[in-house]
């Protein structure tokens, strides 16, 4: 629904944002489910706008900056006129290329971020990995298709499985090996020459890949995860080959407050990549319409029905 509020005002380490573009992810439909008529909630988790307010220990940005970031879940998000954000979690945006294209970015982008330097060690740096592996499962996705472009990046050889159909986008987005999640994944990956991987990245559904994960990582090899599961996972099975289970959740830093600049540092890196070309935008479909409630439930439903492959982005007209 939409509602008129009064404009917030930034408190300390805010900035207030005039929202240009927001893209839209799975966990605002997830969270969809939490709202209730008592508690209601402004969704929406990626954002590009321009600042036209500071907090009084702001520091960052002058007024009229453009900035772009993933927020938090701890606070109205983006499906907003103006919003308020934490300069620590935000970087400004990229310059030469369009703007519903930086904006479809900031929450896959860190997820992939966090989930190769905080929870791999690898070093975010232009080919410092080139002799390890890494299968990413559903790497079609909309984290999965920044993780391998980010993980080719740093120089590490990127397996990912997904539908034939969208082999050519994993290629396209920094796959060297594509796999068909249909079929035998061990197999498919030793007739590629790989019996092993250097550690596994499950994007989709963590109980069900587990198994397979632990039988094709090395020794001493990783399993990083990011979807809960109801289904129990024998943890213990992992002792024999001395791996380590990893979770990753774009929003602890911002929930917690837990080294907050890095996921600034981070957007930073970001915005230099999409400037320079290193990076290419996940966006496939643009929306140029009013940020208002009719045009996000346009937008969830098409994420719904997984009829897009890549970001959705709604941009307000000029």
Excluded at 72 to 91: F, H, I, K, M, P
Excluded at 217 to 241: W, Y
Excluded at 275 to 304: E, F, M, W, Y
Aim: aromatic share 6%; charged share 20%; with cysteine.
């Amino acid at each position: 629904m939409d509602e008129e509020t009064s404009r917030p005002s930034p408190q300390a380490h805010d900035v207030l944002v005039k929202i240009e573009a927001i893209s839209i992810n799975p966990i605002d439909i997830k969270r969809i489910h939490r709202i209730t008529a008592t508690d209601p909630r402004v969704l929406g988790y990626d954002a590009l706008g321009e600042v036209v307010a500071t907090g009084s220990r702001a520091n960052q940005y002058q007024i009229g900056d453009v900035i772009f970031y993933a927020g938090t879940t701890s606070r109205d998000g983006c499906y907003a006129d103006y919003q308020l954000v934490d300069e620590r979690l935000t970087a400004l945006a990229p310059t030469r290329i369009p703007v519903a294209q930086a904006a479809a970015m900031p929450l896959t982008w860190l997820t992939a971020y966090e989930i190769l330097v905080d929870k791999l060690g690898v070093q975010p740096t232009r080919g410092a990995h080139k002799n390890d592996t890494l299968l990413v499962i559903n790497g079609a996705g909309g984290a999965g298709s920044v993780l391998t472009q980010l993980a080719r990046w740093m120089g590490l050889t990127v397996i990912a499985t997904a539908s034939p159909n969208n082999f050519d986008w994993l290629r396209e987005h920094g796959t060297a090996v594509c796999i068909d999640y249909h079929g035998d994944i061990q197999a498919q990956l030793k007739q590629a020459g790989y019996p092993t991987v250097d550690a596994v990245v499950n994007l989709f559904d963590t109980a069900r890949y587990f198994d397979i994960a632990r039988a094709i990582v090395r020794p001493f090899g990783h399993l990083v995860n990011v979807a809960l599961t109801p289904e129990p996972i024998d943890i213990m099975s992992l002792q024999a080959k001395s791996l380590s289970f990893d979770w990753e959740l774009m929003f602890t830093k911002s929930n917690l407050g837990y080294e907050m600049a890095t996921q600034g540092a981070a957007l930073a890196l970001l915005s230099r990549l999409l400037d320079n070309g290193d990076i290419t935008s996940t966006l496939t479909k643009r929306i140029v319409a009013p940020i208002n409630a009719r045009t996000i439930t346009q937008a969830h439903d098409c994420l719904s029905a997984n009829s897009v492959v890549g970001k959705i982005v709604i941009e307000s007209p000029k």
